[in-house]
């Protein structure tokens, strides 16, 4: 329960076992590496060592291959998955394993092509489609579309709008050309559909009314025969297509057989990148490799049995102090302390060489979070969520893992408390007694503390809890000085305020007092007053006592007055939950009293969940790891497989 120690670990490896060192490394997942810019930056070393490359591209590209046939075949051919089912196990071994790659990787492309061969179908049958409507209209005409006419009259094929007056166009087109007809094939909303016959010689005539109108020729495409043929021809071709698709569609079906293997060289290939793109980090000499980076110091003995096996050089190193800031972080925690990851993920990682909050912080964040919900039925729905993720899913790490175990741990909480306040979904059960039995003088479970009629008694409590809260936060801090050789810095800080502390009280107790003078708190005061006063000169002494008195004063008020939301989220979830179980009971049927008792528990449920987690990380970051915390560390991000779809193991 601690962060982890890091050494620094520099190789110079022969040139030839670049892939050989990249894959040991990766394979052991404990190593990350730095990019070496200060050789290449060096005007006398820049000359002498380039900067590795790695097959960056083509690893990406078979990784984005894999992607898309598992996508075609999740598409095309779904299986189904158990809900919080968890990824299946598959050795280290097996994935690295090169026997099928190119097999699978024909497959996967052959799968694509199979895909692009659909979509043209399907483009295609569309056009087929489209070209059907097209000629629909014209169904009726038993002239062939591309008829012209004979020697000496004209046939043009075309349409008018909808709106247009076939009477007045009729009228006007026999004016302009006596010998004229329309002959109308259908009609719809949108447009009438026409053929216009004609004398040639009175063609100019005709024209002039037929674009006065917006007379516009259809496109019938290489269409020859009449428009039932053409639609009769369509159809043909839509049935072939349809046929193609069957065939296609079965190919691919077949393709699910490689789903698994799909999935094992998309992980495979996702290492294969992340290898690529840190071999980047390397620097080549003519002959030799250069390896800079952080390792897990727990792991040397590892490490250096897979550097044994090849011909390098190494060294293991401590970092330096003023190096800290720059030495990645990982926190090593058991399971009770494991889901506050969560916590500190979102706030920040602690600085290397300081100390991890995580198993400090959880027992108040757990506690707290019980104390804010306070529910025997809400902390059964958070213990039976968070055990179905820990054991439908097992999640190893990440997210999903840290919040089943924050959600089981502040679950049990929560239901400890709701014993302590006789809260089951609320005041559910009395209600639903009486809804049974009308003459029952059931008031609901035994409560030791109601949030209703104790509010002083919690109010008090919960400031009496985050004074504890704030004093241990100091503790920390007055320890972490004391190990970097700051103990004068911590007893006139930290001690000061505890003698305040102590000489309040034994005023209060009235201890250590002489003739009713507060002699204690006195000296107290005046040990305060030297540690404030250390680091000012002359009148700077005055000012830095007046300043300290005035921003512990306030800041240890606001701070305590804080943690009354303890009290208040308590209060607030309590009177929600009893006023939608009081509106269900009203009309006084047990039916009409269940619905309204869901919903009702269901959205306070929600509400509190996020509202308690938000005020406890509050709590937890502007309060408590005010005192201690040394914020700024950056993520140990180590060249290690990182699978989707397996978990892999040694």
């Known amino acids: 329960m601690a962060i982890e120690r890091m050494k620094k670990l520099q190789v110079i490896a022969a040139a030839s076992q670049r892939e050989e060192l990249m894959r040991a490394l990766l394979l052991l997942g404990c190593v990350e590496l730095k990019e070496q810019d200060a050789l290449l930056d060096d005007p006398q070393t820049a000359a002498l060592v380039s900067r590795a490359t790695g097959d960056v591209a083509g690893a990406r590209t078979r990784r984005q291959t894999f992607a898309d046939a598992i996508a075609i075949l999740d598409r095309r051919v779904p299986v189904k998955t158990p809900m919080l089912s968890p990824k299946p196990e598959i050795r280290q071994s097996d994935l690295m394993d090169d026997t099928r790659q190119a097999e699978l990787l024909v497959a996967a492309k052959d799968l694509i092509a199979l895909e692009e061969q659909l979509r043209a179908l399907d483009t295609a049958e569309a056009k087929e489609r489209l070209a059907i409507d097209a000629l629909e209209p014209w169904r009726g005409c038993g002239a062939p579309l591309d008829y012209a006419g004979t020697r000496h009259v004209a046939a043009q094929f075309g349409t008018v709008a909808g709106s247009t007056s076939m009477d007045a166009f009729s009228r006007e087109l026999t004016e302009a050309a006596e010998a004229s007809e329309i002959i109308e094939v259908s009609a719809d909303n949108v447009a009438h559909y026409l053929i216009v016959f004609f004398l040639r010689e009175e063609e100019s005539a005709v024209q002039t009314v037929l674009r006065a109108y917006g007379f516009t020729p259809p496109a019938f495409g290489n269409v020859t025969g009449t428009a039932a043929e053409g639609i009769a021809a369509a159809e043909e071709r839509i049935r072939a297509i349809g046929t193609e698709r069957i065939a296609t569609e079965a190919r691919i079906a077949e393709s699910a057989q490689y789903r698994e293997g799909f999935r094992i060289c998309f992980d495979r290939a996702g290492a294969d990148t992340d290898c690529a793109e840190e071999t980047g980090k390397l620097l080549l000499t003519e002959n030799a490799l250069l390896l800079d980076g952080w390792a897990v110091a727990e792991r040397e003995a590892e490490i250096t049995k897979t550097l044994e ?212 708190l006195i000296i107290a005061l005046l040990l305060y007053c030297y540690g404030k006063s250390r680091s000012g000169k002359g009148i700077g002494k005055l000012t830095a006592i007046f300043s300290g008195i005035y921003s512990d004063l306030t800041g240890w008020f606001g701070d305590i007055l804080s943690y009354a939301r303890l009290m208040a989220l308590m209060l607030a979830g309590s009177v929600i939950a009893q006023v939608f179980n009081t509106l269900g009971a009203m009309p006084g049927s047990l039916l009409v009293f269940i619905p309204i008792c869901l919903i009702g528990n269901t959205l306070n449920f929600g509400l509190n969940l996020l509202g308690c987690y938000v005020h406890d990380l509050r709590l937890q970051c502007l309060e408590f790891f005010n005192k201690f915390y040394v914020a700024g560390g950056r993520p140990f991000a180590p060249l290690a497989i990182k699978s989707k779809y397996y978990n892999v193991v040694k």
């Not at 990982?330 to 198993?359: F, I």
Request: with cysteine; glycine share 12%.
């Open 309 to 520: 096996a090849m011909d390098c050089a190494y060294e293991f190193a401590d970092p330096a102090e003023e190096e800290y800031p720059d030495v990645p972080v990982r926190l090593k925690n058991n399971r009770l302390t494991d889901g506050l990851n969560m916590v500190t993920n979102m706030y920040s990682l602690p600085q290397y060489g300081t100390v991890d909050p995580n198993p400090l912080m959880a027992p108040f964040f757990i506690l707290f979070f019980g104390i804010m919900m306070a529910d025997m039925g809400y902390g059964l729905i958070m213990m039976i969520i968070g055990g179905l993720i820990m054991w439908k899913k097992r999640p190893t790490e990440g997210f999903m893992r840290y919040f089943g175990e924050l959600m089981l741990e502040g679950g049990f909480a929560t239901f400890v408390m709701g014993i302590f306040t006789g809260g089951l979904f609320g005041d559910a059960p009395k209600w639903i007694v009486r809804l049974i039995n009308p003459s029952s003088t059931w008031e609901g479970f035994p409560a030791l503390i109601d949030p209703l009629n104790d509010t002083v008694k919690v109010l008090v409590g919960a400031m009496i809890l985050g004074f504890i809260h704030l004093v241990t936060g100091m503790v920390i801090s007055f320890v972490m000085k004391t190990r970097k050789g700051q103990l004068a810095d911590a007893i006139w800080e930290e001690g000061a305020m505890w003698v305040v502390f102590i000489g309040a009280a034994c005023a209060v107790l009235k201890i250590g007092t002489v003739n009713g003078i507060p002699v204690v």
